[in-house]
């Protein structure tokens, strides 16, 4: 237990420490805008927000990257030097 929620930046911490592995060089692939694209951009990661349709409604922060679906936003990530 972390003792806090996305789009808390600890949450992302804790999960990067979990499997060892720094944030530095990590995307943010998710479908909430609130908790995964805010989260994102608290802690200046690039992020793919995945769509399943929906159009982006957030004025104060966006995606680097937007996906119809999960594996497309896994391969842009993968194909992203």
């Not at 237990?1 to 600890?10: L, R, Y």
């Amino acid at each position: 237990m972390v003792g806090h929620k996305k789009p808390a930046p600890e949450i992302f911490r804790a999960a990067a420490a979990t499997v060892s592995i720094p944030l530095s060089g990590a995307w943010v692939i998710g479908d909430s805008a609130h908790a995964d694209i805010a989260g994102a951009e608290a802690l200046r990661l690039p992020s793919v927000w995945v769509t399943d349709g929906r159009p982006w409604s957030h004025d104060s922060y966006r995606p680097t990257h937007v996906a119809d679906d999960v594996a497309s936003a896994i391969s842009h990530v993968m194909l992203t030097p």
